[in-house]
Structure formats: C-alpha cells, structure tokens
C-alpha cells in the first residue's frame, strides 16, 4: 500500500510557474512509476507526464511539452511537477498516481495509488 500526498496548488496568472509535490509514505517509492493527471470540471482525467522506476523515463502529454517538468527523488519519495507558463486551460485538479509498469504509463489504468488531488486555477 502507497498513500500519495500532493501539494503545492494555488491560483495563478497566466504566463506564471507553479510547482507541485508527490510525497509518499513507506519504503517502496523508489519501486514506483509516478504519473501526474489532470482533471477540468466535465472533463476527462488526462495523462500530463510520468517518470518511470529505474532507470528513469520521462514522458509528457503534447499539451505541456517544453513547459512542464517531471522529477522524482527516491531518497525523499517525492515526485515534483514543475510547471511553467501556465495558460488557463491548464486549471484542473491535479493528481499523482504510483503504479508498476515501465511500459504505457500514460493509462490511468495502469496505477495502483491515487493521491486526493490538488487544485490549480490559472486566470488570464
């Protein structure tokens, strides 16, 4: 069992930057692949980026390509997603998600553990 904490949410202009934080209890995080999603009212749940176990991979959604990063520290289970030049559609609750597979990550389906969300507003 991997309980997820995320933080780091708040209301910003367009064009600001914004970090959040995956925090995880236990010992296992380093096991983990972690995924961000997102979630606007009425919208589907959308894969945003993920970073695998081991050796790591990255990969993002088109829309947040070159402005987003995704990081992990092992040492301080703590995924980071830092976000630059937000643009209002990028408002939504933002989750991070741990799950096995190194391979199609970009499916909600794929995770084991959900985090409560945390909530990112961007006016313009």
């Known amino acids: 069992q991997v309980q997820l904490v995320e933080s780091g949410g708040g209301s910003v202009e367009a064009g600001d930057s914004l970090t959040l934080s995956c925090t995880a209890d236990g010992n296992s995080f380093s096991a983990y692949t972690i995924g961000w999603f997102r979630q606007a009212p009425g919208k589907e749940r959308q894969f945003i980026a993920g970073?695998?176990?081991?050796?790591?991979?990255?990969d993002y959604a088109d829309s947040v390509k070159g402005r987003f990063t995704i990081s992990r520290d092992n040492a301080k289970r703590t995924s980071l997603l830092e976000m630059n030049s937000l643009k209002p559609e990028d408002a939504a609750v933002y989750y991070c998600?741990?799950?096995?597979?190194?391979?199609?990550?970009?499916?909600?389906?794929?995770?084991?553990?959900w985090g409560q969300g945390t909530q990112v507003t961007v006016s313009s």
């Open positions: 970073i695998t176990w081991g050796p790591e991979m990255t």
């Open positions: 998600a741990a799950g096995r597979y190194r391979a199609d990550y970009s499916f909600s389906r794929n995770y084991d553990y």
